[in-house]
Nanobody, 124 residues
Framework: QVQLVESGGGLVQAGGSLRLSCAASGRTFSTYAMGWFRQAPGKEREFVASISWSGDSTYYADSVKGRFTISRDNAKNTVNLQMNSLKPEDTAVYYC?????????????????WGQGTQVTVSS
């Protein structure tokens, strides 16, 4: 069983930054890829970023490439999402998820554990 708990969300002005963190329980955290997804009001949940088990490989949605950075610390069982140059369209609930495998992946059905989410609101 894996539990994922996100933190770090909040209200920020456009152009600002936030850093999301996800704390994971379980001894096998370091063997799986991790991802961040988001869901805006009235929209489907979408992929944001993924990181491989080792942290050597990352993959981003085009909408956040160059602004967001995903990282992980396997010693601390955490995965982070640094979000810079935030835009109002980044407003959403952000979810941390654990992948079924060890390599980066953007497909939601290939993630089997999800956190409860943390709200990010970007004002214009």
């Amino acid at each position: 069983q894996v539990q994922l708990v996100e933190s770090g969300g909040g209200l920020v002005q456009a152009g600002g930054s936030l850093r999301l963190s996800c704390a994971a329980s379980g001894r096998t955290f370091s063997t799986y890829a991790m991802g961040w997804f988001r869901q805006a009001p009235g929209k489907e949940r979408e992929f944001v970023a993924s990181i491989s088990w080792s942290g050597d490989s990352t993959y981003y949605a085009d909408s956040v490439k160059g602004r967001f950075t995903i990282s992980r610390d396997n010693a601390k069982n955490t995965v982070n999402l640094q979000m810079n140059s935030l835009k109002p369209e980044d407003t959403a609930v952000y979810y941390c998820a654990k992948a079924l495998g060890s390599t980066v992946v953007a497909v939601q059905r290939l993630y089997n554990y999800w956190g409860q989410g943390t709200q990010v609101t970007v004002s214009s």
